[in-house]
């Protein structure tokens, strides 16, 4: 069988607006740097997380940011099978802790003049990178490796395919060898909600800050469904 080749180009997109992230009060805009034992691991880390570099998380709107931080306190299978049959009308609750809360801030950032971000939930994109990171996908064992880039790649829960792509996007360099990127646009499994992983080089500006309270209503509105009381 011949294999025709296809020249395509990855999508990409411009971050020219705020953008939200909800971290600890100490450093709101630490970047995140993986351990390097950590990164041949393939469920430890976050998602687009770079050997040797900072990616800084963010989101669109404040309800992207607690999509992604108070997933953890969701009551798990395991949990509400444990109490399954207990009591028909019962509703296994979370939690939000009052500190959790008190150790952390709602904070608008900036990009100042950002490189385009890879817009890795789009076919484009999918289609580029399953070209040139062929053979790194089929060289992971196989139980992590993937067919083709797709969506279920992208939101899945194996990370080393999603740091490949970050680790590509990173060292991508121009024609003048420059920076291709500035980071990638992408969106949260946890709902609708775009997100930003905004490379180390970028420059950054923090324009606002907030505590964050029992009243945010982006805060209520990701924790009532979930069945997660805030304290």
């Not at 180009?9 to 630490?30: F, G, I, Q």
């Not at 970047?31 to 990616?55: C, E, K, S, T, W």
């Not at 003048?176 to 080089?201: K, M, N």
Request: with cysteine.
């Amino acid at each position: 069988m011949t294999v025709a080749r296809t020249h395509t180009s990855p999508h990409t997109v411009t971050l020219d607006r705020l953008v939200y992230r909800v971290a600890r009060s100490d450093d709101p805009l630490r970047f995140a740097m993986i351990d390097p034992a950590d990164a041949p691991l393939p469920h430890a880390g976050n998602r687009f997380d770079v050997p040797g570099g900072g990616v800084l998380y963010c989101a669109t709107t404040p309800a992207g940011c607690y999509a992604e931080t108070l997933a953890r306190f969701r009551p798990s299978a395991a949990v509400r099978a444990a109490v399954e049959g207990e009591d028909p009308g019962f509703m296994v609750c979370g939690g939000v802790p009052a500190d959790w809360r008190a150790r952390r801030l709602k904070v608008t950032v900036e990009a100042v003049a950002p490189l385009p971000f890879l817009d890795v939930e789009h076919p484009a994109t999918h289609e580029y990178l399953t070209t040139v990171l062929a053979q790194q996908i089929t060289t992971l064992p196989a139980p992590l490796h993937a067919p083709a880039i797709d969506v279920s790649v992208i939101r899945g829960s194996n990370r080393l395919l999603t740091r490949l792509v970050a680790a590509w996007a990173f060292a991508a360099t121009d024609n003048g060898g420059d920076p291709q990127y500035g980071g990638i646009r992408y969106v949260s499994r946890l709902g609708d909600h775009e997100c930003w992983a905004i490379f180390e080089g970028t420059e950054i500006i923090e324009r606002a800050r907030e505590t964050i309270t029992r009243a945010d209503t982006d805060l209520r509105a990701v924790a009532a469904p979930w069945g997660l009381n805030v304290f």
